[in-house]
Each structure stands twice: as C-alpha cells, then as structure tokens.
C-alpha cells in the first residue's frame, strides 16, 4: 500500500477568505494550499489529502447555532474518522479535500 496523508482542516476554508478571518481559518487555509502542493509533489511517493470538518460538537452543555445545514444532523466525530478512513485507503485519491460538513459548504454565499 502507498504512504498517505490526510490533512485535518476545517470547512470555513472551503470559502472565499475574507479579512475577518481568524488566524485560526488563515492558518488552516495555509494548510489547505500545502495540502494541493505537496498532493502534486509528492505524487510518486505520497497521497495528501484533506478532512475539512464543519461544525461537530458544541461546547459541553451548550447549544450553540451552527448556521444552515442542508442535512438534518450535525457531523458527528465518527464522520470525520470515516472521511479520514476513506482517504488512507483511497490509494488512487490524491489533492483532495473532503468536507464533512452536513453540506454547509454548499450554502455559502
């Protein structure tokens, strides 16, 4: 089998960067842009992949709004591990990003 990363990021990345990002989403969309440039570097010797989570736990004890979801549930962290699965066992998948996001990232403006 073929060496493979996956890369956690997070689906805020997934659309266009504004300047009220967070360091936290700036860095993550640095590593999203590492992910597709070492995805084509690395090709003959290593696959590099992306999970890019949308909102999958809120704080303990706490409902938080997690924005409009296309489907009914929130991603759940089994979701994200099966994403993660998937891609070390893809062996010809390689610059892609996953969202795992209850389709979030389909309702972006």
Excluded: W
């Amino acid at each position: 089998s073929s060496c493979a990363v996956v890369n956690i990021l997070d689906a805020r990345t997934l659309g266009p960067a504004a300047e009220t990002d967070s360091a936290y989403v700036r860095t993550k969309r640095a590593l999203l842009a590492e992910t597709r440039t070492h995805a084509a570097l690395f090709a003959q010797s290593l696959r590099v992949n992306a999970v890019a989570p949308g909102p999958v736990l809120p704080p303990e004890g706490l409902h938080v709004p997690s924005g409009p979801m296309l489907l009914d549930r929130r991603p759940a962290p089994a979701d994200v591990a099966s994403a993660v699965r998937f891609l070390l066992e893809a062996e010809s998948v390689t610059g892609v990003v996953l969202p795992v996001d209850a389709g979030q990232h389909l309702l972006a403006d």
